[in-house]
């Protein structure tokens, strides 16, 4: 049987970008569904099932738990999104990136707004990222779409494989919103319950704990 790690530095060289997932992949837990279950209880479980069970779309699960959020003031989002925590590798990831000239964008089907101050907090610019735009006005959310996409296989609220113009991409993540990404990425890495799906379908992938297990794997390869 061919050395998997073989196989991964035979792709590695040929790969035109990463593309990486935010919630739970970035960040050391999904901060979307942690805020859902902070702010509404267990309510938001209800359409979470539909999606995961694949009743309901990505978009319309976020419409319906965005709409079950209450007031919340300005100091307790900011003391919300202060708080989401990064595995600090990522910071070590962005720099081997630009070390090594490597396209690198975050695709998300969650928040922009805690991405961004996520990032802006990690001190990360110029990265380039695609996610749900979410609005907080007078205390209160509503959420857009800009990258939904009507061709969807999966009908994401934000299309992860539209994004992708490579020929060759490297992808890493953790879950349900990366299934159909992971399945056409030339290399893969996977954690959690992604690894968990690769492993029962046979997916070929490289299992990760940290972004310092990719590093290692991607500095083998180039």
């Known amino acids: 049987m061919q050395d998997i790690s073989l196989l991964y530095n035979s792709v590695m060289k040929k790969i035109d970008a990463i593309y990486c997932d935010f919630d739970g992949t970035i960040t050391k837990c999904d901060a979307v569904n942690k805020f859902f279950e902070l702010y509404?209880?267990?309510?938001?479980?209800?359409?979470?099932?539909?999606?995961?069970?694949?009743?309901?779309?990505?978009?319309?699960?976020?419409?319906?738990?965005?709409?079950?959020?209450?007031?919340?003031?300005?100091?307790?989002?900011?003391?919300?999104?202060?708080?989401?925590?990064?595995d600090q590798s990522f910071l070590d990831l962005v720099a081997y990136t630009k070390e090594k000239n490597i396209k690198f964008t975050i695709l998300s089907d969650?928040?922009?707004?805690?991405?961004?101050?996520?990032?802006?907090?990690?001190?990360?610019?110029?990265?380039?990222?695609?996610a749900n735009h979410l609005i907080y006005e007078n205390n209160k959310f509503k959420i857009e779409f800009p990258y939904h996409n009507e061709n969807c296989d999966k009908k994401a609220g934000m299309c992860k494989c539209a994004k992708v113009k490579e020929n060759k991409f490297?992808?890493?993540?953790?879950?349900?919103?990366?299934?159909?990404?992971?399945?056409?990425?030339?290399?893969?890495?996977?954690?959690?319950?992604?690894?968990?799906?690769?492993?029962?379908?046979?997916?070929?992938?490289?299992?990760?704990?940290?972004?310092?297990?990719?590093?290692?794997?991607?500095?083998?390869?180039?």
């Open 40 to 86: 509404t209880g267990d309510k938001w479980l209800e359409s979470e099932k539909l999606w995961i069970d694949g009743k309901i779309s990505s978009m319309e699960n976020a419409i319906i738990q965005v709409g079950l959020l209450p007031e919340i003031s300005q100091k307790q989002l900011n003391d919300y999104v202060d708080n989401i925590e990064a």
């Open 170 to 222: 490297c992808y890493i993540g953790d879950g349900t919103s990366d299934l159909c990404i992971a399945a056409k990425a030339d290399m893969l890495f996977a954690t959690k319950n992604l690894h968990k799906y690769c492993k029962e379908n046979n997916i070929k992938h490289h299992y990760f704990e940290t972004f310092s297990d990719i590093i290692r794997e991607l500095e083998e390869g180039i």
């Open 110 to 130: 969650g928040f922009d707004l805690f991405i961004y101050k996520t990032l802006e907090r990690l001190g990360i610019k110029n990265i380039p990222v695609y």
